[in-house]
């Protein structure tokens, strides 16, 4: 049955790495509790609240729901876990860190990093995404990304970062295919820029913690709200499928809560 159940998954749009976790799921829970009742479903939840987190919890219980809708046992279906969400962002690099970054990369002469560093900042592009601009991109000033689902989002790029990027790619001979590559001249790796990024923060003695390709979406996402406050619009961009996603942007990050109760509390 589990194995039907896997080729039911690998049927719909979910992503190769949903499919196995909820098969190793469903697998570890045959194997360790036997019997789909709800005594043993309960039971099965128990021990996940007990040792992992809310998320990795309902990603589990989401498996198993899956699994009891496949064999139509919808009755049995188990109720997810609340996740208290925060009231903060957390490790999302300031603005003044990421210009100083990005200053630091053009004085000594990274500049590929810089304009990595660069086009997550100004574009909000996942770092998955980045890996998928061209030279035609950066002449036209946008790429269009399909989801499976067969949306289209835009990716839009500013004229000025566009400007010094292609003078950039005139300098170094590139008139056309990807844009960033490694030494090998192949594409760089999502791994790859983590990596490097962590090694750039020690260089520079900044806080690692704040410096990975995610923190520069969510700092184009502050940034955006900052200047130009259109939800609707920023939720677009970003590619959310709900607005709801896009409101944590609304919240201060937790370095910004500390500076304004410095300022404020005198008391």
């Known amino acids: 049955m589990v194995t039907k159940f896997k080729n039911h998954l690998a049927k719909t749009n979910l992503a190769k790495n949903t499919v196995t976790s909820y098969v190793w799921t469903v697998q570890y829970f045959l194997n360790h509790y036997g019997e789909v009742n709800k005594k043993n479903l309960l039971a099965y939840k128990g021990y996940l609240v007990e040792n992992f987190k809310p998320q990795t919890v309902n990603l589990r219980l989401q498996g198993i729901n899956k699994y009891l809708e496949f064999t139509k046992q919808e009755k049995l279906k188990v109720k997810f876990v609340k996740v208290q969400q925060k009231n903060f962002l957390e490790n999302v690099i300031s603005d003044a860190d990421y210009k100083f970054l990005k200053a630091q990369l053009k004085a000594d002469g990274y500049d590929e990093w810089y304009f990595i560093v660069w086009f997550m900042a100004a574009t909000g592009a996942r770092v998955s995404e980045l890996l998928h601009i061209k030279a035609e991109h950066i002449q036209i000033g946008h790429l269009d990304l399909y989801s499976k689902g067969g949306k289209i989002r835009r990716l839009y790029i500013p004229k000025n970062l566009s400007t010094e990027a292609a003078k950039w790619l005139r300098e170094i001979g590139l008139t056309s295919g990807y844009i960033f590559l490694n030494r090998f001249g192949q594409r760089i790796t999502t791994r790859g820029i983590a990596s490097q990024l962590k090694h750039f923060a020690e260089k520079y003695g900044m806080n690692k913690e704040v410096v990975y390709p995610h923190s520069f979406r969510h700092r184009f ?14 939720a677009d961009l970003m590619g959310h499928e709900s607005i709801e996603t896009t409101r944590i942007y609304l919240r201060r990050t937790a370095s910004e809560q500390q500076k304004i109760v410095d300022k404020v509390v005198n008391w």
């Open 221 to 234: 996402a502050k940034n955006f709200l900052d200047r130009f406050n259109d939800l609707a619009l920023l």
